[in-house]
């Protein structure tokens, strides 16, 4: 069973930026993409970011731009860069785990990251 912990979450102002870390259980890069999604209050949970296999990365248009998905293999660590965050990208920020061409995937628990003045 892989297991994902996200960290990093918390409270920033308008503009500012927070760095997500997703550490990893296993090394699986070889054989799954990762991926962040976030849920905001009474919201649907949304994907953000991909990193393939490959090292392709792939972004959602809402966050095309001031995000960055990356993975450090030495490390079993993926991270998210988030920078100008907007008070509207409230929201609890998920780890997944995808195997390639099969269903298996893995949660984390999220970590809370919240835009406020």
């Known amino acids: 069973q892989v297991q994902l912990v996200e960290s990093g979450g918390g409270l920033v102002q308008p503009g500012e930026s927070l760095k997500l870390s997703c550490a990893v259980s296993?090394?699986?890069?070889?054989?799954?993409?990762m991926q962040w999604y976030r849920q905001a209050p009474g919201e649907q949970r949304e994907w953000a970011a991909t990193i393939a296999a490959s090292g392709l990365t792939i972004y959602a248009d809402a966050v095309r731009g001031r995000f960055t998905i990356s993975r450090d293999s030495a490390k079993n660590m993926v991270y998210l860069q988030m920078n100008n965050l907007e008070p509207e990208e409230t929201a609890v920020y998920y780890c997944k785990a995808r195997r390639i061409n099969c269903f298996t995937e893995y949660w984390g628990q999220g970590t809370q990251a919240t835009v406020s003045s």
């Open positions: 296993e090394n699986i890069f070889r054989d799954y993409s």
